[in-house]
């Protein structure tokens, strides 16, 4: 297996639901891209996919020495079919289509792992590690959350979900597979967020030996998120990494360990 990371952004953002800044958004960038430089430096190819006119000389000018980075940047005089009312899934998921068709660091991998940008995968190298353990002859591995404990519990979570923030493909059969999954996405339609599609390819998949829809390790971001298509399904701002999210991802860790087929 040779893995490729690839990070999506927008720093001019134009879709409905964001909650950032310009500025915020591209500071927060930069400090995942620093995480990356100091946790793995040029191990794993990064490809940083990113689809506005934002000047990206100053991101260049800090990273091309410390990262095995390829920049791609789809800028709006393209004009390519990004739809700012279909929200984030379809506009993300476009930009991952055109990322993949144009990347020259992917021709040299056989499986990217999709991250969304703008916060740090702070245990990146134990994912990374799972990965290439366990991923190296699949053609999908993400996570999934499909339960009703929470139901059953009176609890608000909800319990029927994918992580749109990351999963691991092998290229070739993205390509072949799902290359144009962001036409079935729409932040404005109920069941149609990227976290839906995950889900059901999950279900439909999920006795394929090709796949894999749980991980072992509980992954753990950083930073502020605040889109209304998070995993959390929050529409507020909240921290990622705040002692209470580190606490219930230790008990996660747990738990995936002693019951690996129950997606909660």
């Not at 995968?121 to 366990?134: C, D, G």
């Not at 950083?222 to 219930?248: C, H, P, V, W, Y």
């Amino acid at each position: 297996m040779k893995l490729a990371i690839l990070l999506t952004a927008t720093i001019k953002v134009q879709v409905i639901g964001g909650n950032f800044t310009m500025d915020e958004r591209a500071h927060m960038y930069a400090s995942t891209l620093r995480f990356y430089a100091n946790a793995f430096g040029k191990k794993y190819p990064i490809i940083f996919l990113e689809n506005s006119d934002y000047n990206l000389s100053e991101f260049k000018k800090e990273f091309n020495d410390k990262l095995d980075i390829e920049w791609i940047q789809l800028l709006p005089s393209e004009n390519l079919p990004f739809n700012p009312n279909k929200g984030k899934s379809f506009n993300e998921y476009l930009m991952i289509k055109e990322g993949i068709l144009r990347s020259q660091k992917l021709k040299q991998c056989t499986h990217f792992l999709k991250i969304t940008g703008r916060y740090a995968m702070v245990n990146i190298l134990t994912i990374t590690k799972e990965i290439e353990k366990r991923a190296k002859n699949k053609v999908f591995m993400g996570d999934i959350k499909d339960t009703n404990l929470y139901e059953l519990i009176g609890s608000r979570n909800y319990g029927h979900w994918g992580d749109s923030r990351f999963w691991v493909a092998q290229i070739e059969y993205y390509k072949n597979h799902l290359l144009n999954c962001y036409l079935e996405m729409n932040d404005c339609e109920d069941g149609k967020w990227a976290e839906h599609y995950l889900l059901r390819m999950a279900r439909q998949y999920k006795k394929d030996n090709r796949f894999i829809f749980r991980f072992h390790h509980q992954v753990l971001f950083n930073g502020i998120t605040g889109m209304r298509t998070s995993a959390e399904l929050a529409t507020g701002k909240f921290r990622q990494d705040s002692l209470n999210i580190r606490i219930k991802c230790k008990i996660r860790y747990i738990l995936r360990i002693l019951f690996p087929n129950f997606w909660f």
